[in-house]
């Protein structure tokens, strides 16, 4: 029975317990109840923990106390969406407790688990039972008695285990949305698959290496076999591109019959001097040939999603043109001599960033005065550290960010206590809401006055938004099934159908209580110009005294975020 560890049997743990993780990220994804397509928890937890895990790789360790302040350093910078920002806070106070401590065992391993988990529920403004809060504190409590009674390390960490299944099993029954779903909590899911790795490293059941080859095989074999996760086998290119017109009456047709035969996913949106074409096919080169027969190539984008699908599954970060253009910048940047400033010196009292995701929304919350731009949303929540750089490069004092998204809102207020600048985390849950509070930002009056007329802008947005199931589910009363249209409504399913029109009336019945004056519909990258103008003017038929606006917002993830006001 191991009585101690010292900082390479800590090392281990952690590194085993990140590829644990990494194995399992799908099987936890798939415990989130809600359908739509998601950050998710698995993916979250994973990408926050892997932080960790490629500091630690880094450099040798002389002490437990060196090892945890390591892992909660880059826990803290690294932590994605409200798992893993609850997952740093857990092992924040291990490393409090483990600080100056060479080696640690039971009592004191136990002790900081215990003060990791009050670290978690002190920053968590609700805690609510049935979820990763319920499971680590009842796995810790287990581990301190054990210590108390005079068990070994090993054995302290077997109670935690006992303990902390018991728990997970029982958050069906605490958690009223879970008991509907008939799952476990997700986030406590993830917190055991971490606990029952480090237990199997201390006891020399597993090693890091071979978890690791383990999780890489296992992740791409589950996600073909089972069919978890979309990766194509055919028209694996996304390719989209504009055309500029030789001649504004030309006839499209044929391309269309061409670029059909030759893919799938078509859509093709004109005006009278351009065209843009969007299209998944694995011959991209053939696509823009034929295209530039119509006119002159302009701009192309091409992305493997085969490649994008793998690295997800990997908890790698999906490569993209993106990333591709940000390169670009920085080159330009270094040749022109000049770089971005890691810290941007106060040049006026008040900054703003925003988090977003879509060509259209970030051009808006430019216009509209921000400052910086977090790329983010909906599956691909920011970690604190792309938060905290954005906030550092804003030249103001008093720097707003705007989350967007509450799944972000605790990885922002990470930023608070992080950076010489004063934050004010704004609470804003969706894009509409940021809008809305930025709208209403004025630099002239007090500070106080501005969070207020902030809120009270804040707490006139409805958002709905119109996405996709991403699986078969039954909620709230809802058979839903994969692929099929959802309408939400401040979170909460208003529809879910095969039929778009459908959809829409659902949604305008839902509305109509709320005599609403404005109504914005922000279109995402999958819907054409054409075919947003024609829903915007359905909900101007069914609300003629609001006034509609029509915004190109190019988000993924959602066809529509509308706002009502």
Not at 71 to 83: D, E, H, I
Not at 248 to 263: E, T
Not at 418 to 437: H, L, N, S, W
Request: glycine share 6%.
């Amino acid at each position: 029975m191991r009585d101690y560890i010292d900082a390479a049997a800590f090392k281990e743990m952690i590194l085993c317990a990140n590829a644990a993780l990494h194995r399992n990220v799908q099987s936890i994804n798939e415990l989130n109840v809600f359908p739509v397509p998601d950050g998710d928890t698995g993916t979250n937890m994973g990408l926050t923990l892997g932080n960790a895990a490629d500091e630690l790789k880094k450099r040798d360790f002389n002490t437990v106390a060196e090892v945890s302040a390591c892992v909660s350093s880059a826990l803290l910078r690294g932590a994605r969406g409200n798992s893993g920002v609850i997952l740093s806070l857990l092992f924040r106070g291990i490393a409090k407790r483990l600080k100056d401590l060479d080696t640690a065992g039971a009592y004191e391993f136990s002790a900081a688990m215990v003060d990791g988990v009050d670290a978690a529920y002190k920053a968590v403004m609700k805690p609510a039972e049935g979820t990763i809060l319920t499971v680590s504190r009842l796995a810790s409590a287990a581990a301190k008695d054990a210590a108390k009674a005079e068990k070994s390390l090993e054995e302290a960490l077997q109670c935690a285990l006992q303990a902390g299944d018991e728990a997970l099993e029982n958050t069906v029954n605490q958690n009223p949305v879970l008991k509907k779903a008939g799952v476990i909590d997700a986030g406590g899911k993830g917190y055991m698959v971490i606990l029952h790795a480090m237990l199997a490293s201390l006891r020399g059941e597993i090693s890091s290496s071979e978890e690791e080859a383990s999780a890489s095989a296992v992740t791409e074999e589950t996600a073909f076999e089972e069919g978890k996760v979309d990766v194509p086998e055919l028209n694996v290119f996304d390719t989209v591109y504009i055309v500029r017109k030789e001649n504004p009456d030309v006839d499209l047709m044929p391309l269309r019959l061409y670029l059909d035969s030759i893919g799938d996913s078509l859509v093709i949106s004109d005006d009278d001097e351009i065209f843009k074409v969007h299209v998944h096919t694995d011959i991209p080169g053939q696509a823009l040939t034929e295209s530039q027969k119509y006119g002159t190539l302009e701009l192309a984008k091409i992305e493997n999603m085969r490649t994008q699908a793998l690295d997800m599954l990997a908890g790698r970060k999906a490569q993209s043109t993106d990333d591709l253009e940000q390169v670009e910048q920085e080159l330009e940047r270094m040749e022109d001599g000049a770089s971005e400033p890691e810290f941007a010196e106060p040049e006026k009292q008040y900054g703003v960033v925003t988090v977003c995701a879509g060509k259209g929304m970030e051009d808006l919350f430019r216009d509209l005065g921000a400052d910086g731009i977090v790329t983010g949303g909906q599956t691909m929540n920011p970690s604190t550290d792309d938060i905290l750089r954005q906030i550092n490069r804003t030249p103001a004092s008093t720097v707003f960010v705007f989350p967007n998204n509450k799944n972000i809102i605790m990885a922002a207020q990470q930023c608070v206590p992080m950076t010489e600048k004063k934050v004010i985390v704004m609470p804003t849950r969706t894009v509409p809401q940021g809008v809305a509070a930025l709208l209403n930002l004025n630099i002239d009056e007090p500070e106080a006055q501005i969070v207020s007329d902030m809120n009270e802008a804040i707490s006139h947005v409805h958002t709905a938004m119109i996405t996709y199931a991403a699986r078969d589910s039954e909620f709230d009363g809802h058979s839903i099934h994969a692929g099929e249209y959802l309408a939400l409504l401040d979170g909460a399913l208003i529809e879910n159908c095969a039929e778009t029109e459908e959809l829409f009336s659902s949604l305008s019945r839902a509305v109509q209580p709320m005599n609403p004056e404005f109504i914005t519909v922000y279109y995402g990258a999958d819907v054409s110009a054409e075919v947003a103008e024609k829903t915007g003017a359905f909900f101007s038929g069914r609300f003629p005294d609001a006034e509609i606006s029509v915004v190109s917002g190019g988000q993924p993830v959602y066809y529509y975020m509308i706002a009502v006001e």
